[in-house]
């Protein structure tokens, strides 16, 4: 009889001992003997040491840096990608039991898998295509990793480094792509300025009072500068032409 009150506390003790509390994200994955019993979820649960056990997952996503690979593209050329990957656990019961640890095993095929995939596009499908690729290389890891009762939500490419000569040629490039476009809109000026002017000398030939127009506008722009100016109109080197024709024809008589 003097036991029971012992018994009592101890039990009382265990009992308190035994209260296991999970968060909002988490959950319990609880084996009876070694044998798979439940998922539990949030809030107070009891486990009954040492019969129970009990493994916490989360169910947040995780932010894994994929270290930076060296690859050679399809186009020969050596570069150096760093990734980022995000996934959660979607079946705490397989991220457990199916796989040791769950963010080692996404960590190694996720840098395995970047190489593969980057490898088969040129740099410059590489440069411009981005966002495909990304998708390729999630769409590929979530694959392997479903199993594991995780799901990739997304990886991005967040650097490239190139070789320096690489970067030298891709600036000369560049640099000869502007000069190309600068040129050729350069010439479409011309071209545009050579039709405009064409239309309006083809207008003054039908209408010669506009030339004598023109004439007298040049004359006002210039006579807003303060100098010296001598203007022979064109008028005037057709009446001094017709001028010699006639003292021509004159002497000629006499």
Do not use: C
């Not at 949030?42 to 019969?51: A, E, K, M, N, W």
């Not at 186009?75 to 039991?97: F, G, L, Q, W």
């Not at 690489?166 to 000069?179: L, T």
């Not at 010669?208 to 500068?225: D, F, H, K, N, Y």
């Amino acid at each position: 009889m003097t036991f029971i009150p012992f018994l009592v506390i101890a039990a009382a003790i265990y009992l308190v001992m035994s209260l296991r509390v999970l968060k909002q994200y988490e959950r319990g994955v609880v084996f009876f003997l070694g044998k798979f019993e439940a998922v539990r979820g949030p809030g107070l649960t009891p486990i009954f040491v040492p019969f129970q056990q009990m493994t916490r997952t989360s169910l947040r996503t995780v932010t894994m840096q994929i270290p930076s690979q060296k690859i050679i593209t399809k186009d020969n050329v050596s570069i150096d990608i760093a990734a980022v990957a995000y996934y959660h656990i979607t079946n705490p019961e397989k991220a457990v039991i199916a796989i040791e640890n769950v963010y080692s095993a996404i960590s190694q095929i996720s840098q395995t898998t970047v190489r593969n995939v980057v490898g088969r596009f040129s740099l410059d499908e590489l440069l411009s295509n981005t966002a495909g690729i990304n998708e390729q290389i999630k769409n590929v890891i979530d694959l392997h990793t479903e199993p594991w009762g995780t799901q990739v939500t997304a990886v991005e490419i967040k650097d490239i480094v190139l070789p320096d000569n690489m970067q030298r040629a891709m600036a000369r490039e560049a640099e000869a792509e502007r000069e190309r476009r600068a040129k050729i809109v350069a010439a479409e000026g011309e071209y545009q300025a050579a039709v405009k002017l064409g239309e309006a000398a083809d207008i003054i030939t039908q209408h010669p009072v506009a030339l004598q127009l023109r004439t007298l506008q040049t004359m006002a722009e210039i006579s807003v500068e303060k100098n010296s100016t001598i203007i022979f109109p064109a008028q005037f080197v057709s009446t001094v032409q017709e001028a010699m024709r006639l003292l021509s024809k004159n002497s000629a008589s006499e």
